[in-house]
DNA sequence: CAAAAATGAGACATATATGTCTCATGATGA
DNA sequence: TCATCATGAGACATATATGTCTCATTTTTG
């Protein structure tokens, strides 16, 4: 069974543009192994393409956020079961970062929706013991989502396994990756 | 005493390209108050000014560094004024980062090599005690290089002076976030 | 099988970024 | 002061990405 065309085209758009920002339609039809007006069919143009990848990197985000957090007995092993979820869709997350949203006001709001909850759950965590409150909630969100970002890409240069690159991630934030001898 | 112009575009390069992959080179010479002529005059074309705007990151971030870790009693503690010292240039960082080099040997060769010191620095350190020797020396130059950037971040938010955030890059990379309740 | 929908290929027109050139102006330096 | 140089503004040509359309073919659906 052969992929939907608007899925295809979306997948190479995430992996087209990541490699390449300033990346042509003509690029992510031709990765997507799709013909260029068969993607005009879908996108109107490339706001409109940018816009439906920016909403379905948000989606993915949030379902496996959802799928990971419910129930979950601490606001800390909350955050670390979506630390791991997320670490396959960091692409996703760094697309969201570094794209301008300010056409897509939805997509905008979604996002600081979810930097706000994670926020939520790190002042949660505080209170639980996980994270030193005397540590800005500021630095503790940026360092998990770029801690995120660095599990990704070490897996994707095959230097770890998912697993392993998520648990070192999670030590990191946890107790650092001091050493014994002295 | 007004800048060179070169300085005035090389400067609003990174601004522009850094807020928006895509800007237009007729957006950057606006930036940099500066005739479109003229960014023509000094740079040929496109290409020419992102291998410009490669090298002079490149060569920022190498003084930076060389600076920084000249006379320094240990390894450890040269990562520790590197990245101190690399936080305000956090943005030429992900510049490099982001930006495909391939068009620019010298610069990709340069940064890999950037890279390679880094992860020797690191396996010293290693050996000094400073990083347990168990974590892999991949994930600890990508959590040095993604904790800069981290904190450049918090900087720029205001959420933090460049102090304070060098500091909370450090304690992280060290020995993580962990509040006092277990 | 037959109708309907989706697609690929390519022609075509358009918009926009890019690159070049000229000329008048202001700054700089001898 | 005078000469040189860099610049801004704008005209202009070109290249390229974008967007639309048609038509034959394939795929899907009923």
């Given at each position: 069974?052969?992929?939907?065309?608007?899925?295809?085209?979306?997948?190479a758009?995430?992996?087209?543009?990541?490699?390449?920002?300033?990346?042509?339609?003509?690029?992510?039809?031709?990765?997507?192994?799709?013909?260029?007006?068969?993607?005009?069919?879908?996108?109107?143009?490339?706001?409109?393409?940018?816009?439906?990848?920016?909403?379905?990197?948000?989606?993915?985000?949030?379902d496996?956020?959802?799928?990971?957090?419910?129930?979950?007995p601490?606001?800390?092993?909350?955050?670390?079961?979506?630390?791991?979820?997320?670490?396959?869709?960091?692409?996703?997350?760094?697309?969201?970062?570094?794209?301008?949203?300010?056409?897509?006001?939805?997509?905008?709001?979604?996002?600081?929706?979810?930097?706000?909850?994670?926020?939520?759950?790190?002042?949660?965590?505080?209170?639980?013991?996980?994270?030193?409150?005397?540590?800005?909630?500021?630095?503790?969100?940026?360092?998990?989502?770029?801690?995120?970002?660095?599990?990704w890409?070490?897996?994707?240069?095959?230097?770890?396994?998912?697993?392993?690159?998520?648990?070192?991630?999670?030590?990191?934030?946890?107790?650092?990756?001091?050493?014994?001898?002295?």
């Open positions: 069974m052969m992929k939907k065309s608007e899925t295809k085209i979306i997948e758009g995430f992996s087209v543009f990541s490699a390449n920002p300033t990346a042509t339609l003509a690029d992510v039809a031709k990765e997507a192994g799709v013909g260029r007006a068969t993607l005009h069919r879908h996108y109107a143009g490339r706001e409109d393409l940018m816009a439906a990848l920016a909403m379905v990197a948000m989606q993915e985000l949030d496996a956020i959802e799928a990971a957090t419910k129930d979950t601490s606001y800390t092993e909350a955050l670390r079961l979506s630390l791991v979820a997320i670490i396959p869709l960091a692409d996703r997350q760094m697309f969201l970062a570094n794209e301008p949203l300010d056409h897509v006001p939805e997509v905008l709001e979604a996002y600081t929706q979810q930097l706000d909850e994670t926020a939520e759950a790190v002042e949660a965590s505080k209170e639980e013991g996980g994270f030193d409150a005397a540590v800005p909630t500021a630095w503790i969100v940026q360092a998990i989502e770029t801690l995120t970002y660095a599990a890409t070490v897996v994707r240069d095959g230097d770890a396994t998912p697993e392993e690159a998520a648990a070192l991630a999670w030590r990191t934030l946890q107790s650092g990756l001091t050493g014994g001898a002295k």
